[in-house]
């Protein structure tokens, strides 16, 4: 048998491959990683279970290499100098409460926010730690688990011809779908909004192709995918390349869903609202976490379920290394887009509906290094935000000790952070689905809602 009519050979065919097959490779339909072909085994048991949702879409913003806490969300001005640090404070509108000199902004719309100081991981380790704040579970070689943006994509889908989950400015760190067919996995902008010629990659056809022949490349990959069945190939595969190419063409076919990736139309005033070019780090860089949160704003009001933002400023937030410079050269446009976001989102009546979940893989050492005048990594209490999506507003939830080391009280595990928000978007966590080898996972094992976050 000829190796090109080998139901094997069609199963390990590349997307790349099946798309010169279907002679579209001309088209440049790729959609990057949201259209790979991964899983294609991969079962799920059931319906989803409906709860009340308070919330209908999720803009995740993570600061990877552990945001520290202490020059953040709970400084601890009283504290000795060696366990304070070298950064001032800012009164909030909360009496009482004070954040970091470098979230002068966010500091005025803590009326927005509930602040959790006392979220308690499990392991001070990057690539583990990031793994567990995104999934709820840590690493197991036994099997890849399911990123909350996945999961969100599989039971909730998405609208208006967007993908489900999105991912600003370039792909998504944890396992993306892991056990969960890849059609659930993130799709990748490709490049970052704040750049001059942001342009995203794969939402728009060719300029050499035309509308009509768009429609007739639409058929011939028809044709060659009935030819296909016709040799009995293997039906699975099959249905998912065409699940892929479906959710292509409906994107390549609607202006809404191409407009809402675009910034051109913004007015200076909302450029503005989220800092966008405003600020530069010590050395000359462009620091700019507007363009993202702006972004993300757009997307979900468009219909984007799952916005995931990545935002490592100048020099990242692992801060082993003077960590006052490092601060002023991340935090204050950071702090500037976040204030403009849940303010933003406010004023259009978007922030009930809308969960912003600020997260980070662990905090920082209480006890500053006085050689390198940084902190190491701390796992055992730090920092995470949320606001809208029926979480309370004004709240500073749980109260650390003397030097941010532990709870003193209202400590919540990240299990409980991640039932709580999928809880918000009427998902339950311990509805179990199943991964190749017929084996049932808990969304989330051992998480609990935690009711005092919710209004």
């Keep these: 048998m000829n190796s090109s009519c080998n139901p094997s050979h069609f199963r390990n065919l590349s997307r790349r491959g099946f798309i010169q097959v ?58 000795p100098i060696e366990f304070r640090g070298p950064m001032g404070v800012v009164k909030t509108k909360i009496p009482g409460v004070v954040f970091s000199e470098s979230m002068q902004r966010c500091a005025q719309i803590v009326d927005k926010l509930t602040v959790i100081r006392t979220v308690v991981g499990k392991i001070p380790d990057h690539a583990q730690a990031q793994y567990h704040v995104l999934t709820g579970y840590t690493p197991t070689p036994a099997i890849q688990h399911a990123s909350m943006g996945a999961i969100v994509s599989h039971e909730l889908g998405g609208l208006n011809q967007l993908p489900a989950w999105i991912g600003i400015p370039t792909g998504t760190l944890g396992p993306n779908a892991g056990y969960l067919p890849s059609k659930f996995g993130c799709f990748s902008l490709g490049a970052d909004p704040a750049n001059k010629g942001f342009q995203v990659r794969d939402v728009s056809l060719p300029q050499n192709v035309t509308a009509d022949e768009f429609t007739k490349r639409q058929d011939m990959r028809s044709a060659v995918e009935a030819h296909f069945r016709k040799m009995d190939t293997d039906g699975v595969a099959l249905d998912t390349m065409d699940d892929f190419y479906q959710k292509a063409y409906a994107l390549l076919g609607s202006t809404q869903a191409q407009n809402a990736f675009k910034l051109d139309g913004e007015p200076n ?8 070019a405003k600020y530069k780090a010590a050395k000359g860089k462009l ?16 219909g984007a379920r799952f916005v995931s933002v990545t935002y490592e400023g100048a020099t990242g937030w692992d801060t082993h290394n003077r960590i006052k ?9 950071f702090d500037h887009a976040l204030a403009g976001l849940i303010s933003d989102l406010d004023q259009r009546g978007l922030l009930d509906t809308t969960l912003v979940m600020v997260m980070t893989e662990f905090g920082r050492t209480p006890k500053m290094d006085s050689n390198t005048a940084g902190r190491a990594h701390h796992a055992r209490n730090f920092s995470m935000v949320l606001a809208g999506g029926g979480t309370t507003r004004g709240q500073i939830y749980g109260l650390s000790d003397a030097t941010a080391s532990e709870p003193s009280r209202d400590g919540i595990t990240v299990e409980d952070f991640l039932a709580t928000a999928y809880g918000q978007l009427g998902i339950d966590s311990r509805k179990r689905l199943m991964a190749p080898g017929e084996r049932p996972i808990d969304i989330i094992r051992d998480g609990k809602i935690i009711k005092g976050l919710l209004a």
Excluded at 269 to 276: E, K
Excluded at 325 to 333: G, T, V
């Design 325 to 333: 410079e490092a601060f002023q050269d991340n935090m204050p446009a």
């Design 22 to 79: 279907g002679t579209l490779g001309a088209l440049g339909l790729s959609l990057g990683d949201y259209l790979q072909l991964q899983a294609l085994d991969s079962k799920i048991i059931g319906q989803p279970e409906r709860k009340e949702a308070k919330a209908k879409n999720v803009i995740q913003i993570f600061l990877p290499g552990g945001c520290s806490h202490l020059e953040s969300w709970d400084p601890k001005p009283d504290a």
């Design 269 to 276: 005033h909302m450029l503005d609202l989220y800092g966008c």
């Design 287 to 302: 620091v700019s976490a507007g363009e993202r949160l702006l972004l993300a704003r757009r997307l979900v009001e468009a």
